[in-house]
């Protein structure tokens, strides 16, 4: 199995710092032909608008929505947002994955950037904690009930699934604890 990365902006290194970590294939998408030969995809953090707008420039956004018909999404921040159903945000142009309305820089500024404790629902991957990192991330507002919220932090939603992707507020590349991209794979797999 091999797991693309967008790699147009954002923290795509660090993503596949983790999947290698966890002996997974993975290549960097830049362009529609780079979809060809991955199983699923990760849309790392990064700033919302400018991936949006590079979506668009490298003629992506209509070919990651129709690979998101078939194969796993998993939108990081920034990457949550573009998945997300809407933003609220007129310069963001949402893939509309996940039936989740997001609200942009909702923890804060850069500098309000913060690691905490969230908890999660307790499965054969996933502990019931896991240590998190914000950075500008989003709130997650309206979640339909076709969502399910895997991950809170003060009993707000920060890590949700539907069928197929998975979408979380923060950062779960950083550190060391992989167990939100074990999560993923799972997935994949089911």
């Given at each position: ?21 966890l ?66 945000d ?9 039936n ?24 054969e ?66």
């Open positions: 199995m091999k797991i693309g990365i967008l790699a147009i902006q954002g923290d795509f290194e660090l993503h596949r710092k983790a999947l290698t970590s002996s997974i294939n993975s290549s960097f998408v830049r362009s529609s032909k780079d979809l060809d030969d991955i199983k699923a995809l990760i849309l790392p953090g990064g700033e919302s608008t400018t991936m949006s707008l590079l979506m668009n420039k490298f003629d992506l956004f209509n070919s990651i929505r129709k690979f998101s018909d078939n194969f796993n999404l998993f939108g990081t921040c920034a990457g949550a947002i573009l998945m997300s159903a809407g933003s609220g007129q310069k963001v142009k949402n893939l509309g994955l996940i989740v309305f997001t609200k942009r820089n909702s923890w804060g500024a850069q500098i309000d950037s913060f690691s905490d404790i969230i908890n999660l629902s307790k499965n991957i996933l502990s019931d904690k896991f240590y998190a990192t914000f950075i500008r991330g989003p709130r997650f507002l309206k979640v339909s009930k076709d969502c399910k919220v895997i991950g809170r932090y003060k009993n707000e939603p920060v890590l949700i699934r539907n069928d197929k992707h998975l979408i979380s507020s923060f950062h779960p590349e950083i550190g060391k604890d992989l167990s939100i991209h074990k999560y993923f794979i799972n997935m994949i797999n089911e």
